[in-house]
């Protein structure tokens, strides 16, 4: 949530945006992982965008339940739609809509200057349909076109039944931001459903240029494995993974099945690092984001994280192409008794599973606030 303590601290860092700006000169785009109205509404997001280098955002499940649970923002919009006879599914998706058309339209002029690679947002399709793909491909189309913004990404998960949604997607010409990527497995079976879709539009004559990002999650490993791994190897599994995934990313823009298609006109699906704020307390606030540095990527941050590395953090280095010790320390860590491939599944599916009890709650929020609406509204008839 934007807080007065936050607004604050962006006003006295006049002098300690060394952090973003880095990592813009060294090529990687800064995204806020976080939306309010009261963002919208009070400037922080423009703030964000002109003094903290933040070209892009993104939302999901958890962080609209946050605030429209926790604030008051959105309580006379809802009570408007309420009063339209709307409810559930279809009024929560009028206010994220109209939110990130707002905000679409704060960061059109980076869209614009770097030729739809960077200012973008993002949607995510109702998470109950992970696991159905017809109705996740429907349901993409549908939100896409009623957001009617060319820099609006939908989130499809990258689960085996979300990836044909993806390569449909992209094929029908709608950016996708794949979520809940956790291993370089993942985040390869992303890439691979978003070049089938590009090289089908080729086939069929159409545009290339169909933007997507594919976002691979950082800090639930090292949440999952705390109290299992050695001191000597705690709090090293995301990074090792995000670096492991690097690599792999940096083989394929080289390779020469993406150069085919790139002399079409095809562009990357960038990796995106998501869930980059730290969770231990005792660890630096910007772990994730100085340890992951890397050319023509994305970080999308939380609010708190977006704030700390605007204050204190620094760039020591970026990510080698080669993924550093990536390999050297996922050996030590599977030896250590941690089945990474088994944990990256157990991780997307619980992370699939947190996004439908956010989205649970959010209706239910959503039909509380809708019932106490039409209790005031009969009071007075």
């Given at each position: 949530?934007?807080?007065?303590?936050?607004?604050?601290?962006?006003?006295?860092m006049?002098?300690?945006?060394?952090?973003?700006?880095?990592?813009?000169?060294?090529?990687?785009?800064?995204?806020?992982?976080?939306?309010?109205?009261?963002?919208?509404?009070?400037?922080?997001?423009?703030?964000?965008?002109?003094?903290?280098?933040?070209?892009?955002?993104?939302?999901?499940?958890?962080?609209?339940n946050?605030?429209?649970?926790?604030?008051?923002?959105?309580?006379?919009?809802?009570?408007?739609?309420?009063?339209?006879?709307?409810?559930?599914?279809?009024?929560?998706?009028?206010?994220?809509?109209?939110?990130?058309?707002?905000?679409?339209?704060l960061?059109?002029?980076?869209?614009?200057?770097?030729?739809?690679?960077?200012?973008?947002?993002?949607?995510?399709?109702?998470?109950?349909?992970?696991?159905?793909?017809?109705?996740?491909?429907?349901?993409?189309?549908?939100?896409?076109?009623?957001?009617?913004r060319?820099?609006?990404?939908?989130?499809?998960?990258?689960?085996?039944?979300?990836?044909?949604?993806?390569?449909?997607?992209?094929?029908?010409?709608?950016?996708?931001?794949?979520?809940?990527?956790?291993?370089?497995?993942?985040?390869?079976?992303?890439e691979?459903?978003y070049?089938?879709?590009?090289?089908?539009?080729?086939?069929?004559?159409?545009?290339?240029?169909?933007?997507?990002?594919?976002?691979?999650?950082?800090?639930?490993?090292?949440?999952?494995?705390?109290?299992?791994?050695?001191?000597?190897?705690?709090?090293?599994?995301?990074?090792?993974?995000?670096?492991?995934?690097?690599?792999?990313?940096?083989?394929?823009l080289?390779s020469?099945?993406?150069?085919?298609?790139?002399?079409?006109?095809?562009?990357?699906?960038?990796?995106?690092?998501?869930?980059?704020?730290?969770?231990?307390?005792?660890?630096?606030?910007?772990?994730?984001?100085?340890?992951?540095?890397?050319?023509?990527?994305?970080?999308?941050?939380?609010?708190?994280?977006?704030?700390?590395?605007?204050?204190?953090?620094?760039?020591?280095?970026?990510?080698?192409?080669?993924?550093?010790?990536?390999?050297?320390?996922l050996?030590?860590?599977?030896?250590?008794g941690?089945?990474?491939?088994?944990?990256?599944?157990?991780?997307?599916?619980?992370?699939?599973?947190?996004?439908?009890?956010?989205?649970?709650e959010?209706?239910?929020v959503?039909?509380?606030?809708?019932?106490?609406?039409?209790?005031?509204?009969?009071?007075?008839?």
């Amino acid at each position: 949530m934007t807080s007065l303590t936050s607004l604050t601290s962006l006003t006295s860092m006049t002098s300690m945006t060394s952090g973003p700006a880095d990592l813009h000169r060294l090529g990687q785009s800064l995204w806020l992982d976080n939306i309010t109205r009261g963002m919208l509404d009070d400037g922080t997001l423009q703030r964000y965008i002109r003094d903290l280098s933040v070209t892009g955002l993104t939302s999901n499940p958890t962080i609209f339940n946050a605030a429209v649970k926790n604030t008051s923002f959105y309580d006379a919009a809802i009570a408007a739609k309420v009063r339209q006879g709307k409810a559930g599914e279809r009024l929560f998706f009028e206010l994220a809509i109209e939110d990130l058309q707002r905000a679409a339209d704060l960061f059109r002029p980076v869209f614009d200057r770097t030729g739809g690679l960077d200012g973008w947002v993002s949607l995510e399709v109702s998470p109950t349909l992970a696991y159905d793909t017809a109705s996740t491909l429907a349901a993409a189309r549908d939100l896409h076109a009623r957001a009617d913004r060319p820099n609006l990404f939908i989130k499809i998960p990258g689960t085996p039944e979300g990836l044909p949604a993806i390569e449909e997607a992209i094929f029908a010409g709608v950016p996708v931001n794949v979520t809940l990527l956790f291993t370089r497995d993942h985040f390869l079976a992303a890439e691979e459903a978003y070049l089938r879709g590009i090289h089908r539009r080729i086939e069929a004559g159409l545009s290339p240029r169909v933007c997507s990002v594919a976002s691979l999650f950082i800090s639930r490993w090292d949440g999952a494995t705390a109290s299992t791994l050695p001191a000597a190897l705690a709090n090293r599994l995301g990074l090792a993974v995000g670096q492991q995934s690097y690599r792999a990313y940096r083989d394929l823009l080289a390779s020469d099945r993406f150069q085919r298609l790139a002399n079409f006109g095809a562009l990357p699906q960038r990796l995106l690092y998501a869930s980059t704020g730290t969770k231990d307390p005792q660890l630096p606030d910007t772990l994730y984001v100085s340890g992951l540095a890397s050319p023509h990527t994305v970080n999308t941050m939380p609010e708190q994280t977006l704030l700390a590395f605007a204050d204190h953090g620094a760039v020591a280095g970026i990510v080698s192409a080669g993924g550093g010790d990536a390999d050297e320390t996922l050996l030590a860590i599977t030896r250590a008794g941690i089945d990474v491939a088994a944990l990256g599944a157990k991780l997307q599916k619980d992370g699939a599973e947190s996004f439908v009890k956010s989205w649970t709650e959010l209706l239910q929020v959503i039909e509380k606030k809708s019932q106490a609406v039409s209790a005031a509204g009969g009071a007075t008839r």
